[in-house]
């Protein structure tokens, strides 16, 4: 199983932008889909983004897409998440999340994901 770990979040005024990475460990993450959720306080955790592992393909949720983009360096076994034009409805804690195969089509259920990261919070204020 592949050990995540995030970083990259904080306090970021609406407008402005972030840039979240996630580093894995123990195995390559070019075996997975890799992905992007989060988590608002009393709600529930929501697909952001996803990327197959040639990187050839990505999905987004409409509330982010033209905003953020995903990426992903097989090489460094790092994916990120740059998010632009941030709102304030985007706080919430940033999950790294690796699928169940190389695939992301489709894939935005939280089940799909077998290995998650501890989490990075993302404040936007306003």
């Known amino acids: 199983q592949v050990h995540l770990v995030e970083s990259g979040g904080g306090l970021v005024q609406a407008g402005g932008s972030q840039r979240l990475s996630c580093v894995a460990s123990g195995r390559s993450i070019s075996e997975y889909c890799m992905g992007w959720f989060r988590q608002a306080p009393g709600k529930e955790r929501e697909f952001v983004a996803g990327r197959g592992w040639s990187g050839g393909s990505t999905n987004y949720a409409d509330s982010v897409k033209g905003r953020f983009t995903i990426s992903r360096d097989n090489a460094k076994n790092t994916v990120d998440l740059q998010m632009n034009s941030l709102k304030v409805e985007d706080t919430a804690v940033y999950y790294c999340?690796?699928?169940?195969?190389?695939?992301?089509?489709?894939?935005?259920?939280?089940?799909?994901?077998?290995?998650w990261g501890q989490g990075t919070q993302v404040t936007v204020s306003s």
């Open positions: 999340a690796a699928g169940v195969s190389r695939w992301c089509s489709g894939a935005t259920r939280p089940e799909y994901f077998t290995s």
